[in-house]
């Protein structure tokens, strides 16, 4: 099964399911005949913007948030996207090139358009290129400087 698949299941079960752990969902997903390991799924989750949430009993249940506006990721998260892929960053004008080893580009520009940062005005990721397009009040070099920081590099 392809991932985009899984994680498409991923969040149908999270809908209609109280999900406490990614082991619990590692069971519901077999229940499916998905194999998968705790460690996919916890890619899986962290790229879906799945969050934990209080439900009615103090339980906390992984969710998906329904709107796009509300898949945020914490600055720590996409702290460890940065350093974990980019390799390198370059800038022009309103323009922000991020490289990534090959496959990984997606991740970044996920991460970067859910940490709903002002500075961004949207990204577009290919195989091992990710095009950040910077506000023009900010600027490509502030922006490539705050990835910059972010990524260790």
Not at 52 to 66: C, H, L, N, Q
Request: hydrophobic share 40%; with cysteine; net charge negative.
């Amino acid at each position: 099964m392809a991932k985009n698949q899984r994680q498409h299941r991923i969040g149908k079960i999270l809908e209609n399911n109280l999900v406490t752990s990614q082991a619990q969902l590692v069971e519901l997903l077999g229940a499916e005949g998905i194999v998968a390991t705790q460690a996919t799924v916890s890619r899986d989750l962290e790229e879906l913007g799945a969050i934990k949430v209080r439900v009615s009993g103090g339980e906390s249940v992984y969710a998906v948030p329904e709107l796009p506006k509300d898949q945020s990721v914490p600055e720590d998260h996409l702290k460890r996207v940065m350093s974990d892929w980019v390799v390198e960053i370059t800038f022009s004008s309103v323009i922000v090139l991020l490289r990534t080893p090959p496959g990984c580009a997606h991740v970044v520009a996920s991460a970067l358009d859910r940490s709903q940062m002002s500075e961004i005005i949207g990204t577009v990721g290919g195989d091992d290129t990710v095009m950040v397009i910077a506000s023009e009040k900010v600027g490509g070099q502030l922006v490539a400087d705050k990835l910059s920081r972010l990524a260790g590099l």
